[in-house]
């Protein structure tokens, strides 16, 4: 049995319910402001995609992050934990007119367009409401990113981005244009990026794309290299902070910064990844034989644990094929070998096959680590199921 919760606290609590540990998710805050006060100039928004919930919304709130968000309701959700307006960054292939509108009556930071339609609808609707919009444009700098491919961004057949062939072009039609205001550039290569060659390659091509627009007298104010700072999913106890410390660093030595620059970043797993737990009641242990026919005697069994969480809670496992360190906190009797699944009525509604589990029993509790990022905001009601509740260690 593991001793990283107290069981007792979770009596009476319906699962499955999300456990936010608020002393790692400040332990992981204060490492990055203690990396970013080395550079000055350097601004992380939280990308409030990997988990808008309002208790973690508001203590990442009180450590002066901004915020990246992609949708007029993320906007919305974080002026009301309390986010002050002038430091959000609105990202997003498809924004509509009313989220545009909000943008600019809320007077956010910047916009980060993806394409020249974009530009024109955002220099419209500004215009409509006296309005300047301040735009920064998203080049696909065509960098890929050694991760899963559904989560890569930054290659040139992704939908996001302008090509970078085409910047200078962009550039200047902003510049025309009376009611936007071009401040720079933002990039995003993709997510859970544990290599930093990943992000060196980034900087030589902001290098490049800066070297050029300089050529040709464009100056950039803001460059916003996007998130991506992976976790360690295999070792969450053991290595709880990510290395925050080479990530600034990577970015300090490669990217050649003109005076007067800043740099912003979109962080999103990295700040709030391992803070959280998946915990999830066990409803049913069964063994089913693997043997199809009667003389097959070596054929052994399969041991499933049922629990009460599925897809529909964590859907990280069943989209990305992803691993949660997984551990049963109610027992401390021999490790067994399990597949931990859940009542969905999809195959891939599985959390992990093969695993070690302490011997496992019917009311047992298995926590699922590293949840904290993607979790409970992807959570969906399919099967009609309630969406799944959540703490943090303050209060329980
Ligand atoms: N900025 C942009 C433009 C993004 O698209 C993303 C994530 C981020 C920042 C934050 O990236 P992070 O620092 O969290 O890696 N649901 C997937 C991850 C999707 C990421 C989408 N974009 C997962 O569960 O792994």
Redesign the pocket.
């Known amino acids: 049995m593991t001793t990283l919760y107290n069981t007792e606290k979770f009596k009476g609590i319906r699962t499955p319910f999300y456990l936010y540990d608020t002393n790692i998710l400040r332990q992981t805050l204060s490492a990055i402001n203690a990396e970013t006060e080395k550079y000055g100039n350097y601004h992380v928004h939280y ?1 409030v ?2 988990n808008a919930n309002l208790k973690v919304l508001s203590i990442i709130n009180e450590y002066g992050l901004g915020i ?1 968000c992609v949708s007029g309701g993320e906007i919305e959700q974080v002026l009301k934990a309390g986010f002050p307006a002038n430091k959000i960054v609105f ?1 997003g292939v498809g924004k509509s007119d009313w989220e545009i509108e909000l943008a600019l009556r809320e007077e956010i930071f910047s916009f980060n367009v993806e394409s020249i339609p974009e530009l024109e609808v955002i220099n419209e609707i500004a215009g409509s409401m006296g309005k300047k919009a301040t735009v920064c444009f998203r080049i696909n700098p065509n960098v890929g990113a050694h991760t899963h491919a559904n ?1 890569t ?1 930054g290659l040139a057949d992704n939908k996001f981005g302008i090509a970078m062939a085409d910047m200078e072009k962009v550039i200047r039609m902003a510049q025309e244009m009376q009611n936007v205001q071009f401040k720079g550039l933002h990039f ?1 290569i993709g ?2 990026i544990l290599e930093m060659d990943d992000f060196v390659a980034l900087c030589n091509r902001i290098n490049e794309l800066q070297d050029q627009l300089e050529a040709a007298g464009i100056n950039i104010e803001i460059i916003n290299v ?4 992976g976790i360690d999913y295999s070792d969450p106890v053991g290595n709880p902070i990510p290395d925050f410390k080479s990530y600034f660093e990577t970015y300090n030595k490669n990217l050649k910064l003109r005076p007067g620059q800043t740099v912003h970043f ?5 700040v709030v990844g391992q803070c959280g737990a998946l915990i999830t009641k066990v409803n049913y242990v069964k063994s089913n034989s693997l043997q199809t026919y009667a003389n097959d005697k070596e054929a052994g069994v399969k041991n499933f644990v049922i629990v009460d969480a599925g897809m529909t809670d964590l859907i ?1 496992p069943a989209l ?1 094929d ?1 691993h949660h360190k997984t551990f049963n906190i109610s027992s401390d009797e021999a490790m067994e070998t399990y597949d931990v699944v859940g009542p969905i009525c999809e195959s891939s509604d599985v959390f992990d096959k093969d695993i070690q589990l302490n011997k496992t029993k019917r009311g047992d509790l298995i926590a699922m680590l590293s949840a904290g ?2 979790g409970e905001i ?1 959570a969906s009601q399919y099967n009609c199921r309630c969406l799944p509740l959540s703490y943090t260690t303050d209060e329980l």
């Not at 979109?266 to 990295?270: D, H, K, N, P, S």
């Open positions: 990308a995609k990997a990246d990202a989560i961004t995003h997510s859970q996007g998130g991506g700072l979109e962080l999103g797993r990295a990280r990305y992803a990022a993607y992807m």
